[in-house]
């Protein structure tokens, strides 16, 4: 294949484009404001989830929602203003909670994290850091057997895509992992899945490749993107980068949750919302760990061990991007965890916050702009782009060389959304 294409975005999502997009002979830029892997591919949990299939929106949403419109649990809180302003989206994504499109999009998201796994574990052992690939699996933890005879349809879920799970009781728990307090009635243990300390570092371990391989990858913002006879002109900004302008054939926008105020320059409006969610590291004594991740589904937060000690990080707080950050969700979640696990002092001076990227109906748009030949769109990866950028990369990679896409790639297509 030959051509200069830019990626935009050097979040797992970019990088993983990056990489493949150069393994099929392109002339590849990457381009990002920050080093590879700085924002919310730098701050989430590093599950690469085998069993994230299920959408927020499932059918079961519809008996938790009176709680949840509470505005008061851990795993989700709202900004009644920007959820008023964007009442299309919550229309749209309050629409899906239905059985048929819930089984739509699941047998979509496992094609696509199956793919996504199986190509993380073939980018780890090129590098050589598949040892550093936590397979211990994560769990699925529950204070109340209550909560656990709710998730039956997740369960059957995982069982029909043949997820590997295991149902614990309390003492099978406490074998697992002993320095859990014996809190939780039962657990899953989803066993095919792995887990990556650092995952900002997974990133830049993606972007050292492609730079040794002969990848350009240049720090600076984009301003701007116009359409240049049949290619594309990129604007960078002066005082981020000395040269001013790229001229590429093709561009992949992998701008996480920067791709829907980008778009508009092309008269896209994506409806794309902002699942915000914090993290606070934290010391630990030596002798507790944990060995892998866990979801404290009634406290609201995932508990992930990174290389010098714990990362908490919490549900979906729907609001603005960049508006102030509200910390009660954290606070609530870090005094779930500490009754789980002896936390110790928090490691950050200020909790990180992020923006979870989400279209209505819980899959990303993978795919050619409809009215824009050669610009492609990477992007809408919600929870689970951490997991999915090497399989959005496989699909995007074949498409963009007019190739058979490895998996259906029908449900990612951007004509969902935008026309
Ligand atoms: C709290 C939390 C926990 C999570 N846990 C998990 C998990 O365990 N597993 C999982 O699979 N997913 C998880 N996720 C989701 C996952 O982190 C995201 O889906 C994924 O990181 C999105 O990647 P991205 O490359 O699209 O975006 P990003 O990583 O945000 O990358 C976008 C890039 O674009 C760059 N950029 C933006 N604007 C410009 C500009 N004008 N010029 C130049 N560069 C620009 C940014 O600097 C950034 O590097 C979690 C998310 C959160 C918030």
Redesign the pocket.
């Known amino acids: 294949m030959s051509g200069k294409i830019a990626v ?7 990088v993983c484009c990056a990489v493949e997009l150069q393994r099929r002979g392109y002339d590849v830029t990457l ?4 080093a590879p ?5 730098y ?7 085998r069993s ?1 299939i299920i959408p927020f929106n499932h059918p079961g949403l519809w008996k938790s929602l009176p709680k949840l419109m509470g505005n008061k649990s851990t795993s989700f809180r709202y900004d009644p203003t920007f959820v008023a302003a964007n009442m299309n989206w919550t229309a749209g994504f309050l629409k899906r909670a239905n059985l048929k499109d819930f089984n739509y999009t699941t047998q979509a998201l496992d094609d696509l994290i199956q793919l996504s796994t199986r190509k993380h574990e073939e980018m780890a052992s090129i590098l050589g850091i598949a040892d550093k690939l936590n397979r211990k699996g994560w769990l699925h933890l529950y204070r109340q057997k209550a909560t656990f005879d709710k998730s039956k349809l997740i369960r059957n879920t995982f069982d029909k895509f043949n997820v590997a799970t295991k149902e614990l009781n309390s003492d099978q728990i406490s074998n697992l992992e002993p320095d859990l307090a014996p809190i939780f009635a039962k657990g899953l243990w989803i066993q095919d899945t792995m887990s990556f300390q650092n995952p900002g570092d997974l990133v830049k371990a993606y972007a050292a490749y492609f730079t040794s391989h002969g990848g350009i990858l240049t720090k ?3 301003q701007n993107l116009e359409k240049s006879g049949d290619g594309y002109k990129l604007t960078l900004d002066k005082t981020t980068h000395s040269k001013n302008t790229i001229i590429v054939d093709q561009v992949v926008v ?5 791709a829907k105020t ?1 778009l508009k320059k092309f008269g896209y409006r994506v409806p794309l919302v902002f699942e915000r ?3 606070m590291n934290f010391s630990h004594d030596k002798e507790r760990k944990l060995n892998r991740p866990v979801y404290d589904i009634d406290g609201g937060y ?1 508990l992930a061990p990174m290389s010098n000690g714990v990362r908490l ?2 549900g979906v707080e729907l609001a603005q991007q960049n508006s102030s950050p509200n910390y009660s969700q954290l606070a609530a979640a870090e005094a779930g965890a500490r009754d789980a696990f002896p936390l110790n002092k928090p490691m950050d001076s200020e909790p990180w916050l ?4 989400t279209l209505p109906d819980c899959r990303p748009i993978i795919g050619q702009a409809p009215r824009h030949n050669g610009l492609w769109l990477a ?1 809408g ?9 090497p399989g959005t990369a496989s699909i995007l990679g074949s498409l963009i060389s007019e190739e058979a896409s490895p998996i259906n790639a029908e449900p990612f297509r951007a004509e969902r959304f935008i026309t």
């Open positions: 935009l975005g050097a979040g797992i999502i970019g381009i990002d404001k920050n892997g700085e924002e919310t591919s701050g989430n949990a590093g599950v690469i989830a994230s600076a913002k984009i992998a701008l996480g949750p920067w980008f969610g914090y993290h995932v990080t919490t992020g923006s979870r990227p992007i990866h919600q929870h689970i782009g951490f997991s999915t950028g």
